[in-house]
């Protein structure tokens, strides 16, 4: 539980939480992209709700492989967590882009983030270790954080 042990320590402070999508808020299926199928992981997704109701920044970050994949996210969210808003919903496609998801978000979390602390919540330990190579102004927590 470090997670929530460091949102208590850090309770006054502007937080701003990230949190990855597949495999963290929805049922991770290697191949498998139709998200009308993938089950939601209502645990996490009532955490989320949690931080929100306390007044805690949440933004998702999630890369898509292909442009057409944003539109059905966005469908998922509308769907399973329209508490959400919609600008609080990042969906970067890597298409057309040469980075890997590590990448894209490093460098979005280096242009953008935006809180006093800013925290990332992911389940791909490659990016986990990336992030925090890579952008020491993040804390990273792997999704396990979360679990009781």
Same mark, same amino acid.
């Given at each position: 539980?470090k997670?929530?042990e460091?949102? &208590?320590d850090?309770?006054?402070k502007?937080?701003?939480?990230y949190?990855?999508?597949d495999?963290v808020?929805?049922?991770?299926?290697?191949?498998?992209f139709d998200?009308?199928t993938?089950r939601?992981?209502?645990s996490n997704?009532k955490?989320i709700? @949690?931080?929100v109701? &306390?007044?805690?920044?949440? %933004?998702?970050?999630?890369?898509? %492989?292909k @442009?057409v994949?944003i539109?059905e %996210?966005i %469908?998922w969210f509308q769907?399973?967590?329209?508490?959400?808003?919609q600008?609080?919903? !990042?969906?970067?496609s890597?298409?057309n882009s040469?980075l890997?998801?590590?990448?894209?978000?490093?460098n979005?979390?280096? @242009?953008?983030? &935006?809180?006093d602390?800013? !925290?990332?919540?992911d389940?791909d330990?490659?990016?986990?270790?990336y992030?925090?190579e890579n952008n020491p102004?993040i804390?990273?927590?792997?999704v396990s954080?979360?679990?009781?």
């Amino acid at each position: 539980m470090k997670f929530y042990e460091f949102i &208590q320590d850090n309770v006054t402070k502007n937080i701003v939480v990230y949190v990855d999508m597949d495999g963290v808020l929805i049922e991770y299926d290697p191949g498998c992209f139709d998200y009308d199928t993938l089950r939601p992981l209502q645990s996490n997704l009532k955490r989320i709700k @949690d931080l929100v109701n &306390q007044n805690i920044k949440v %933004k998702i970050l999630s890369i898509c %492989k292909k @442009d057409v994949m944003i539109k059905e %996210k966005i %469908k998922w969210f509308q769907k399973y967590a329209d508490f959400l808003n919609q600008e609080d919903i !990042i969906l970067i496609s890597k298409e057309n882009s040469n980075l890997s998801s590590k990448e894209l978000k490093s460098n979005y979390l280096k @242009d953008n983030a &935006q809180g006093d602390i800013n !925290i990332l919540v992911d389940d791909d330990i490659t990016i986990i270790k990336y992030i925090r190579e890579n952008n020491p102004n993040i804390r990273v927590f792997h999704v396990s954080s979360w679990i009781e």
